[in-house]
Structure formats: structure tokens, C-alpha cells
């Protein structure tokens, strides 16, 4: 018998001649013989049991670490609440964290297909690629990915096909727009340089956008490619001789999300404007932030889990895109380089750091 079940045999004159309870406290046995005695004595003959509560099981990829995640696995345990489940009474969530490394993420996600969860919770391009390609059959819902149809993870938004869904950032589009605003930190100037991961699936996609956005600005790009923490530092050791006027960050999970403060560190020191795909490298010291809301999205994704845990097949649920844009800006990164803000910069700004 499972924990918190009950069972009771009674007599025909509605006398409990057996009694199991399990999981309960003394005085709440007590009180739910008599509750249950009083009743019984108009259904003899009869056994109750209350049934069994299935408790879902949901495996949580985390690209970085909870620290840097936290305001993510906030949002997406609000949305769950939301949606009537208790961590830890009708839902367990196992939060396994990759440490910034595409081997470990393809390590958790053997790990939940084995223990065979009941769905998956992805963010970034690697890991819902990872998931596609360890299981068919386990639900996957990518809380915030950049653009599942462009790298092969779903066949369309709308109808998405196979066994994985979820939310939109929209990156590939927001690329002209952090250009634009990159540009009015640097009035003059058009030399930009691109920190990328050559090893993130994404990159290709996001590439493709930045170039095409600078063709129409009339903005010199040049790519510094950086997989490893040694190429990090090889990276901005040729821009600091290539003196680009700004740099522009590209998206990347796991491993330039997992490594933030390293990064905004190292554009410090060459003292150069840096607009960044995520808001929490603002937070902790860079310069500009332009992207979608991703905790937003991460609480949107309750509702995804929600539909499927009732039966809904995500292949009928379409990519929700996102809705909620950010702009941040820390001034005293802007003191620290010189840079007097615009009025208008601050007007638009969502969110300012002193």
C-alpha cells in the first residue's frame, strides 16, 4: 500500500474490523476512523480506499548553475503553482545543473530518459537538440530556445511534430535591433566586433542575421570565435590589437551563459561597449541588454506542462513566441567607459542599474 492511503474493512453492522493507515500521524488517524466510521454505517459490507494521487515526474535541465539560474527556476515553479501543482506533494521536479559543459547536458538528459520522467524542461538551442535526439517518445517543452525551426528542432511553429514544444525568444530577429542601439553608445563609429561559439548549434543562424543587419547599417563585423575558456581568452587578446569601437555578444547556452562574469571581465579591461543577449550579464557589470523577458517565458512553460500532463501531445501544441521585450543599461558600467548616456537611451530603458 502506498503512503497516505487508507483502508478500512468493515462488518456488516459497519464495525471496522481491520484497519490500515499508512503515512498518517496518530491524530489524524483517529480523527479520519471516526469521519469515516460515522459514514460507513449506512454502506456496510463496503471498503474504502481513498485512490491514489499520481505524482508526475518532471526533469529540469539547467544550462549554468541555480545561482545564475535562479530567477528562471523562480518563474517556472510560479507557473506551476498556477497550474495547481505543489512541488513535492502532486509534482517532484529534479533540477540537474550542466555547469556551462554540452557533455554534461547530454548527460542529464540520458539520465531523465532513463529514469523516465514524465517531461523534460529545456532552455537554449543544444540541449532541446540533445533531447530530440535521446528520446521520441518523453515530452520535451523548451522554456526558451532562440529558433527551434531554423536549427532543426521542430519542423514549424505551428505545428511543431514529434514530442517537443515550447516558447520562442525570437533571436534571430532581435540582432538589427541590438546593432541599432549598440550604435548609439558609439555615435561616428561602425567597427563591431561579435564574440561567437563556434560550437553552439545557434551560432550559424545567428550569424547569418547579424550580417545581414550590418550590410543594412553599414557596420564592419568582425567574428571572434570562443568554445573554451582558453579561447575566451585568446579571443579578446586579438581584439584588444583589432581596437573594434564595440563588441556585440551572440547568445549562447551553456557556456557564455555559464560563464558571465568571466566575459563581462574581460570586455572591462579592453574598456569597450558591449551590448549582451541576457540580462543577467547587465546585472553583473556589463554595459547594455536587449532581448525577450525569459522568466516570462518560464513561467509560460507551467501552462505547456500542464496540457501535456492531461493528455495534450506536443506536437499539437504550437511555439509560442515571445511577447515581452527588455532593455537594460547599467550606468556605472557607462561611467566606467566614458560613455554619457543619451536622454532618449534612458527614456526607452526597463530597467536602469546605479
Given at each position: 500500500m502506498l503512503p497516505g492511503t487508507l483502508s478500512l474493512?468493515?462488518?456488516?453492522?459497519?464495525?471496522?474490523?481491520?484497519?490500515?493507515?499508512?503515512?498518517?500521524?496518530?491524530?489524524?488517524?483517529?480523527?479520519?476512523?471516526?469521519?469515516?466510521?460515522?459514514?460507513?454505517?449506512?454502506?456496510?459490507?463496503?471498503?474504502?480506499?481513498?485512490?491514489?494521487r499520481k505524482v508526475?515526474?518532471?526533469?529540469?535541465?539547467?544550462?549554468?548553475?541555480?545561482?545564475?539560474?535562479a530567477a528562471y527556476v523562480e518563474a517556472f515553479q510560479q507557473g506551476l503553482r498556477e497550474r495547481g501543482y505543489i512541488e513535492g506533494n502532486n509534482i517532484v521536479v529534479s533540477y540537474l545543473w550542466a555547469g556551462g559543459s554540452n557533455?554534461?547536458?547530454?548527460?542529464?538528459?540520458?539520465?531523465?530518459?532513463?529514469?523516465?520522467?514524465?517531461?523534460?524542461?529545456?532552455?537554449?538551442?543544444f540541449a532541446p537538440l540533445a533531447a530530440k535526439k535521446a528520446t521520441s517518445t518523453i515530452p520535451i517543452v523548451m522554456a526558451s530556445v532562440g529558433d527551434p525551426v531554423g536549427t532543426g528542432i521542430v519542423a514549424s511553429l505551428l505545428r511543431p511534430g514529434g514530442n517537443i514544444t515550447g516558447f520562442s525568444s525570437l533571436e534571430e530577429g532581435l540582432q538589427g535591433k541590438r546593432l541599432e542601439i549598440l550604435r548609439e553608445f558609439i555615435p561616428g563609429h561602425n567597427?563591431?566586433?561579435?564574440?561567437?561559439?563556434?560550437?553552439?548549434?545557434?551560432?550559424?543562424?545567428?550569424?547569418?542575421?547579424?550580417?545581414?543587419?550590418?550590410?543594412?547599417?553599414?557596420?564592419?563585423?568582425?567574428?571572434?570565435?570562443?568554445?573554451?575558456l582558453g579561447d575566451l581568452d585568446s579571443a579578446f587578446?586579438?581584439?584588444?590589437?583589432?581596437?573594434?569601437?564595440?563588441?556585440?555578444?551572440?547568445?549562447?547556452?551553456?557556456?557564455?551563459?555559464?560563464?558571465i562574469a568571466t566575459i563581462v571581465r574581460l570586455a572591462e579591461r579592453l574598456r569597450i561597449p558591449a551590448i549582451y543577449p541576457f540580462l543577467e550579464f547587465v546585472e553583473k557589470g556589463g554595459l547594455v541588454y536587449y532581448g525577450t523577458n525569459v522568466p516570462s517565458m518560464f513561467r509560460r512553460a507551467g501552462s505547456y506542462i500542464d496540457m501535456i500532463l492531461k493528455g495534450a501531445k506536443p506536437s499539437d501544441l504550437p511555439i509560442e513566441q515571445a511577447t515581452r521585450f527588455e532593455?537594460?543599461?547599467n550606468m556605472k558600467a557607462a561611467k566606467a567607459l566614458g560613455i554619457k548616456v543619451p536622454e532618449s537611451i534612458l527614456l526607452r530603458a526597463d530597467r536602469v542599474i546605479e
Open positions: 474493512t468493515l462488518s456488516a453492522h459497519g464495525r471496522i474490523l481491520t484497519a490500515q493507515i499508512l503515512g498518517v500521524g496518530m491524530n489524524n488517524r483517529r480523527r479520519l476512523v471516526v469521519a469515516l466510521g460515522a459514514g460507513a454505517l449506512a454502506a456496510p459490507h463496503l471498503a474504502f480506499t481513498q485512490p491514489s508526475f515526474q518532471i526533469g529540469y535541465v539547467g544550462n549554468s548553475s541555480l545561482a545564475t539560474e557533455e554534461k547536458v547530454s548527460e542529464i538528459i540520458a539520465e531523465f530518459v532513463k529514469r523516465n520522467v514524465d517531461v523534460i524542461v529545456t532552455s537554449g538551442t567597427r563591431v566586433a561579435v564574440l561567437a561559439n563556434p560550437l553552439q548549434p545557434y551560432t550559424r543562424v545567428t550569424l547569418r542575421a547579424v550580417r545581414s543587419a550590418a550590410e543594412v547599417q553599414r557596420i564592419s563585423l568582425q567574428v571572434f570565435e570562443a568554445g573554451t587578446a586579438a581584439m584588444a590589437k583589432a581596437k573594434p569601437d564595440a563588441l556585440m555578444v551572440l547568445p549562447d547556452k551553456p557556456f557564455f551563459y555559464s560563464n532593455f537594460a543599461l
